[in-house]
C-alpha cells in the first residue's frame, strides 16, 4: 500500500480510526479498507505536495504581473483567481483535489449503504436511553445550508428521508476519519478536545450546569463536553434530522447523556437565560455572513448573566497570509462547496462578539490534542502554524 505511507496521513491514528470505536460507524470490509486507503494517499499528495507547487506558482507567476493586491480583499482574490486558474499545476491540483473527494463520498457511502438497516435498526431499538432527541421536522432549512451540499457530500447535511433515517449522519462521522488523514481523534473528537482544552484555559474557573453546542452535527464536539463536564446538563442542537438521529444512537452507544434537538441556532426554543455556557465546534465557517451575528446573538439571549460562549473554527485568517494560499482556500470553497470560509477567514471576530453583547472576549489559537485532561501544549495568541491545522482558532466571551 504505497500510496497508504503517503506524507501527511498519521498512520498510527489512521490504522486505529480506519475501524469503528462505537456501536454506530459503519465498519468498512477488506475492499472498501483498500480503497478508503488509496483515498487518503490520493488526498494527501493532492493536498500535500501538488497544492504546495500550485501555491508557489500563483505567488512566482501570476501575482507579480497584478500589483499590489489585498488578501482581505474579495475582489482582489477572485481577479488573481481566475489567473491562476489557467497555470496547469493550479488545474492538475484542482482536478485531482475534486476527484478524490467525489472518490471518499462515493468509498464512504459504499460501506455505509451496505449496513445501513442494522444501522437503523440500531436506532429503533435504543432502550433506557441516558439523554434523548426531541425532532421538529416541520422546521425551515436555513436557506445557506440548503445552497448547495457541504463538501459535497451526497444530500450535505440536511437530507433526512424521516422515519429511521440516519444516512446522513453515518455518511459524515465515517467521511469524518478520512477526510481528517486520521488526525481527527480517535472518536473524531480532536477538536471536541481542543475546545475543551480552551474552555480549560480561558474558562476555567466555569462549572457550567447547563451547556448548549450548537451545530452539533452527529456530536463529535458534543461528547468531549460531557467528559470535560461530567455534572452538567448538556444539550445540543443541528438542522439535519438524520444527523441528530444518528448522533442520538451514537451518545447511546457510548453511554453519553446528551439531550439533542433539531433546531436552528439563530433562533432557538430555549427560555431566556436557560444555559450556563453555550459552545459550537467548527460551526461559523459554514454559516454565511448575516447567520453569524444571528447566532450569537441568539447565544447571548439564552445564556444566563455570568455564562459564557466559547467556539472552536478552523485557523485561517487571511490577514497576513500569501495570496497564493488564500487563492487556493478560494478554490476549494467554491468548488469543494463551502461557501462561507471566506466571510469567515476575513470577518473580525472581536468586533464581532462584542457587537452580540459579549464582554471580557477572549481569542487565540488553541494547539490540538485528543486528551484535553493528559500533557498539551496551551493557548497562544499567534497561530505558529500558519493555518496548518497544528491549532484551531478559539474565541469566547461573556455574559456580564
Ligand atoms: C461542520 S459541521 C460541524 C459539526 C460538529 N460541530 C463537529 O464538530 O463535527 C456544521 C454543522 O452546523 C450545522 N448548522 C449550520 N447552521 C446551523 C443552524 N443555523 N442551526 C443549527 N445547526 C446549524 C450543520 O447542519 C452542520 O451539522
Known amino acids: 500500500m504505497v500510496m497508504f505511507e503517503a506524507q501527511g496521513v498519521r ?3 489512521m490504522r486505529r480510526d480506519v475501524y469503528p470505536r462505537h456501536g454506530m460507524m459503519a465498519a468498512a470490509n477488506h475492499d472498501e479498507l483498500a480503497a478508503q486507503k488509496y483515498f487518503l494517499g490520493l488526498r494527501a499528495y493532492a493536498n500535500g505536495r501538488l497544492m504546495a507547487q500550485a501555491v508557489e506558482a500563483c505567488n512566482d507567476q501570476i501575482v507579480p504581473q ?3 493586491r489585498d488578501p482581505e480583499n474579495g475582489k482582489d482574490r477572485a481577479e488573481v483567481l481566475r489567473k ?3 497555470l ?3 488545474q492538475n491540483w484542482g482536478a485531482l483535489l475534486r476527484a478524490s473527494q467525489e472518490l471518499m463520498w462515493d468509498y464512504v457511502a459504499d460501506t455505509v449503504d451496505r449496513q445501513l438497516d442494522e444501522l437503523e435498526d440500531k436506532f429503533r431499538s435504543i432502550e433506557n ?3 434523548s432527541l426531541t425532532l421538529h421536522p416541520q422546521l425551515p432549512n436555513p436557506e445557506y445550508l440548503a445552497l448547495v451540499d457541504q463538501h459535497i457530500q451526497p444530500g450535505g447535511y440536511l437530507h433526512d428521508a424521516g422515519g429511521e433515517d440516519v444516512r446522513a449522519g453515518a455518511i459524515y462521522d465515517r467521511g469524518a476519519v478520512l ?3 486520521g488526525r481527527a481523534g480517535g472518536l473524531n473528537d480532536m477538536r471536541g478536545h481542543t475546545l475543551c482544552a480552551f474552555i480549560q484555559d480561558a474558562f476555567g474557573e466555569m462549572k457550567p450546569k447547563r451547556i448548549l453546542d450548537l451545530g452539533c452535527g452527529v456530536g463529535h464536539g458534543t461528547l468531549a463536553l460531557t467528559d470535560l463536564f461530567p455534572e452538567a446538563e448538556v444539550h445540543a442542537i443541528d438542522i439535519g434530522g438524520a444527523m441528530l438521529r444518528y448522533a442520538h ?10 439531550h439533542f434537538h433539531q433546531q436552528d441556532a439563530r433562533r432557538t426554543l430555549f427560555d431566556n437565560e436557560s444555559f450556563d455556557m453555550v459552545t459550537s465546534e467548527i460551526l461559523f465557517h459554514e454559516s454565511s455572513r448575516t447567520a453569524m451575528p444571528a447566532i450569537l446573538k441568539e447565544a447571548r439571549r439564552v445564556l444566563k448573566p455570568g455564562g459564557a460562549m466559547c467556539n472552536l473554527e478552523v485557523p485561517l485568517r487571511y490577514k497576513g497570509m500569501d495570496m497564493g494560499s488564500v487563492v487556493v482556500r478560494d478554490w476549494q470553497n467554491y468548488y469543494n462547496a463551502e461557501p462561507f470560509w471566506g466571510s469567515l477567514g476575513t470577518v473580525d471576530l472581536e468586533k464581532a462578539m462584542a457587537d452580540a453583547g459579549f464582554k471580557r472576549i477572549v481569542k487565540g489559537f488553541q494547539p490540538r490534542t485528543n486528551n484535553f485532561a493528559g500533557e498539551r501544549g496551551r493557548l497562544t495568541r499567534q497561530d505558529p502554524s500558519g493555518g496548518m491545522l497544528s491549532h484551531w482558532l478559539v474565541f469566547g466571551g461573556h455574559k456580564e
Open 11 to 13: 498512520q498510527e491514528t
Open 84 to 86: 491562476a486558474e489557467q
Open 179 to 181: 477526510y481528517g488523514l
Open 88 to 90: 496547469p499545476i493550479f
Open 129 to 131: 436511553p441516558a439523554g
Open 66 to 68: 497584478m500589483g499590489e
Open 249 to 258: 444512537a451514537r451518545a447511546e452507544s457510548l453511554g453519553k447523556p446528551v
